[in-house]
């Protein structure tokens, strides 16, 4: 397993992180445990979830995730050499998670408390923003052309809080999620202005279908060092290829979860279709291919891999191994250019 450093932290994060979000959802606290146990044992030592997880949220789901993962934490006696992240949710709909509210100074202790709770834990490594507070382009709306003229600049209240919750010993570092370049420059212009804490990395999408990271964004993760997790690096498992070879079942989340459309397009469907043939004529899976890229780009930290079953896992984590050859990532440039970010 190869590692890097978390941003400008002393933290090294492996390269392959676990995402844990069907924890409480398709995965049980048994199969939880094997997962995070394999993981462990083969070099993965950062684990990222949230206080709404299990994904979809719902009532009865949230904070699953964390459990699990706390009684998996409860017992052991290295936690000083696991890197755990979690988040905090901003403001949405599901009303049973602080009436919905978002980063309120007032209220992001009492999170990082319930998160702290529920995992078993003093402290997490780092804490992570779920999404901005203001409207933008994030979970698949390509751009947004109404700004909310409502919205009120609060970083730096935001960040304030932050800072309270590093010096109680609770967090360690911080970071974003669901961010635009805006976004990222605002709170490491505020945190240098103010010696407030720095964000240590962006969570954004990062796929074969979803490349818009590289607008700006990956710029910025090099040169400001605050470096990208990459969350659905598998576009959902369409990038397995199980839909295209009709290998699906009814267990996947595909098939369960039909209202999740963001990767549903034709356009997705085939450039996907074209990554398959890549894969196949190079002697992998199209899952090894995806990982692998993901994991080769020079602005991601580490690379969030999910899996519901123990041979997806292995696949996963072995995917940090490979290496790309020319041959493949021009094959692979050749469809991005035809059919770009399919899937925003």
Known sequence: MKYNKLGKSDIEVSKICLGTMTFGQQNTETEAHEQLNYAFENGVNFI??????????????????????????????DRDKIVLATKI????????????????????????????????????????LHWPMRKMNMFSVRGVTDIDHQWEDNFQQILEALDGLIKSGKVRHVGISNENPWGMSRYLHLSEMHGLPRMASIQNPYNLLNRTFEVGLSEMAIREKCGLLAYSPMAFGLLSGKMHKKLDTPNDRWNQFPQMARYRSENSWEATARYLKIAEDNGMTLAEMSLAWVSSRPFVTSNIIGATNMDQLKENIGSAEIELSEDVLNAIEEVHKVIPNPAP
């Open 48 to 77: 990222d979830t949230a206080e709404m997880y299990a994904v979809p949220g719902t009532q009865e789901t949230q904070g699953l995730t964390e459990k699990y993962i706390g009684t998996w934490l409860k017992d052991r006696s």
């Open 89 to 128: 949710t901003g403001p949405s709909v599901m009303t049973w998670i602080r009436n919905g509210k978002g980063y309120q100074p007032e209220v992001m202790m009492e999170a990082l408390n319930n998160s702290l709770k529920r995992l078993q834990t003093d402290y997490v490594d780092l804490y992570q």
